[in-house]
């Protein structure tokens, strides 16, 4: 079993930055695809951005390109979201997700973490 713990979430205002993280227990994951979904008020789960397992690549919905960063360091069992120029629209619990078959994160997942949330106010 992983355990996936998110943290970093917050409110921040229209234009900030802010950087999740997600700590692995249970299990190593350095073999596994890591990422972030993301699910606003009203709206489905959608996948933000993912990494494989050696981060030789990466994965970013249209809307985050250039604005969002993912890295991962596998020593520590972790991964990271880089959010910077954020907006309104993308408030949100942001969720850490590890797969171990699929590219770049497909549901069903194999591990989520319970979330955590982003404001960003106007």
């Known amino acids: 079993q992983v355990q996936l713990v998110e943290s970093g979430g917050g409110l921040v205002q229209a234009g900030g930055s802010l950087r999740l993280s997600c700590a692995a227990s249970?299990?190593?994951?350095?073999?596994?695809?890591m990422g972030w979904f993301r699910q606003a008020p009203g709206k489905e789960r959608e996948l933000v951005t993912a990494i494989n397992w050696s981060g030789s690549r990466r994965y970013y919905a249209d809307s985050v390109k250039g604005r969002f960063t993912i890295s991962r360091d596998n020593a520590k069992n972790a991964v990271y979201l880089q959010m910077n120029s954020l907006k309104p629209e993308e408030t949100a619990v942001y969720y850490c997700a590890a797969d171990l078959s699929s590219w770049p994160l497909q549901e069903p997942i194999d591990y989520w973490g319970k979330g955590t949330l982003v404001t960003v106010s106007s």
């Open positions: 249970g299990r190593i994951v350095s073999s596994y695809t």
